[in-house]
Structures are given as structure tokens and as C-alpha cells.
Antibody, heavy 124, light 108 residues
Framework: EVQLVESGGGLVQPGGSLTLSCAASGFSVSSSYLSWVRQAPGKGLELVSVMYTGGSTYSTDSVKGRFTISRDNSKNTVYLQMNSLRTEDTAVYYC??????????????????WGQGALVTVSS | DIQMTQSPSSLSASVGDRVTITCRASQSISSYLNWYQQKPGKAPELLIYLASSLESGVPPRFSGSGSGTDFTLTISSLQPEDFATYYCQESYSPPRFTFGQGTKLEIK
């Protein structure tokens, strides 16, 4: 069964750091695109970061320079290192596999499956 | 970035009703549009990809249509387990894929 399990969420003060983990089973993270998508309380979904198969990454502008996505192929796990956290980073963070449609321009991808989510609360 | 606007933001309906949710893109996105269902306290789940392809295991009462800027998700006969929030997501602008704001489907 293809599955993702997040861990590492919690309460952190503004300016603090936290690292989320996403353990995959049923497929290899090294041959898949893995993404972090967050959902602030009562709000919609926002793509935060993506790790691509070749090792390149993407992060949305609001977290650039503060969040780092990485992976450990030996543990089949993807991480999101979050530094200089702000109150507006408070959200449930979901790990999701971005399914590569195979379009030459990178279009057509979708997110499946998703992990159960990890709550990150940034508050003093 | 492409803006995705869903309507309505919320909707009340009864079991057995036919329901349609609309998603509009700020520019043409061809058929690069996906739909997700999210139940309270749970992660989103993929329903439809590439505007009209039904994900494996999803009941056939769900269907998607549209291309260009206007898309619809239709539930032909609402079941109790369908009351949830639905999100569209464009997949035209990698890597900056964006989601709609969601449509909450409630029991009347």
C-alpha cells in the first residue's frame, strides 16, 4: 500500500525552528516528486515546497530562505526544515506525492496520496 | 500566479440531490485541473485528475468536466459520505500549482 506518514509537528515560539518528517512506504521517494502542502486553520491549501527526483527543489516565495526540503533515500523519508518561524506559518502540514503526468513542460501533475498531516503552531 | 476561484463557497443540499461546483481559472489552463475532497480533520483525497478522469476507487456519481477557464465537479446523487469540502487545483503552471479556496458542502 502506498502511504505517507508525517511526524515532528508541535508548538514553537516565533523565530524558532522545527523539522517535519514524511516517511513513505509502498514506493521510493528517490523516484517520486514529494511535496509539502499546508493548510492554515479554517483556510485553503497552499503548496509550500517540492523535492524532485533529480534533487532540485521548489519553495514558495513566502518560505524561501527559511524552509528547506530534503530527503534521505536510505530512510525513504522527506524532511521540511523550518527556521525563523512566524505566526503565519501556523498550519497543518501535509506531505503528498506529486504524481508526474509526464508532460514535457511539467504540466498535468496531481497530488496523491497525502499523509495524515502534522500540526505546527507558532505562538509565544 | 494563476488564481482559482470556486463557487459557491458553501452549499446546502440533501441526500439524493444533484450538485454542481464550479471552478474558474484566471487564465486558460487547458484541461490541467484536478479535484480533491476533504473531510473534517482529514487529509484531502484525489477525486478527479485532468479535468475529467476519475481516480481509481472513486464512485462514478462523481464527474468532472470543462476546459480552458471554466470547470465543474458534479455529484449526480448525493450520499451522506459526500458532505465535505471540495478543492480544485490547477496543474498548468509548474511548480507554482495553486488551489481554489474550497467549497463546503453541507447537509440541508
Amino acid at each position: 500500500e502506498v502511504q505517507l506518514v508525517e511526524s515532528g509537528g508541535g508548538l514553537v515560539q516565533p523565530g524558532g525552528s522545527l523539522t517535519l518528517s514524511c516517511a513513505a512506504s509502498g514506493f521510493s521517494v528517490s523516484s517520486s516528486y514529494l511535496s509539502w502542502v499546508r493548510q492554515a486553520p479554517g483556510k485553503g491549501l497552499e503548496l509550500v515546497s517540492v523535492m524532485y527526483t533529480g534533487g532540485s527543489t521548489y519553495s514558495t516565495d513566502s518560505v524561501k530562505g527559511r524552509f528547506t526540503i530534503s530527503r534521505d533515500n536510505s530512510k525513504n523519508t522527506v524532511y521540511l526544515q523550518m527556521n525563523s518561524l512566524r505566526t503565519e506559518d501556523t498550519a497543518v502540514y501535509y506531505c503528498a506525492r506529486e504524481v508526474d503526468y509526464g508532460d514535457s513542460e511539467g504540466r498535468g501533475d496531481w497530488f496523491d496520496p497525502w499523509g495524515q498531516g502534522a500540526l505546527v503552531t507558532v505562538s509565544s | 500566479d494563476i488564481q482559482m476561484t470556486q463557487s459557491p463557497s458553501s452549499l446546502s443540499a440533501s441526500v439524493g440531490d444533484r450538485v454542481t461546483i464550479t471552478c474558474r481559472a484566471s487564465q486558460s489552463i487547458s484541461s490541467y485541473l484536478n479535484w480533491y475532497q476533504q473531510k473534517p480533520g482529514k487529509a484531502p483525497e484525489l477525486l478527479i485528475y485532468l479535468a475529467s478522469s476519475l481516480e481509481s476507487g472513486v464512485p462514478p456519481r462523481f464527474s468532472g468536466s470543462g476546459s480552458g477557464t471554466d470547470f465543474t465537479l458534479t455529484i449526480s446523487s448525493l450520499q451522506p459520505e459526500d458532505f465535505a469540502t471540495y478543492y480544485c487545483q490547477e496543474s498548468y503552471s509548474p511548480p507554482r500549482f495553486t488551489f481554489g479556496q474550497g467549497t463546503k458542502l453541507e447537509i440541508k
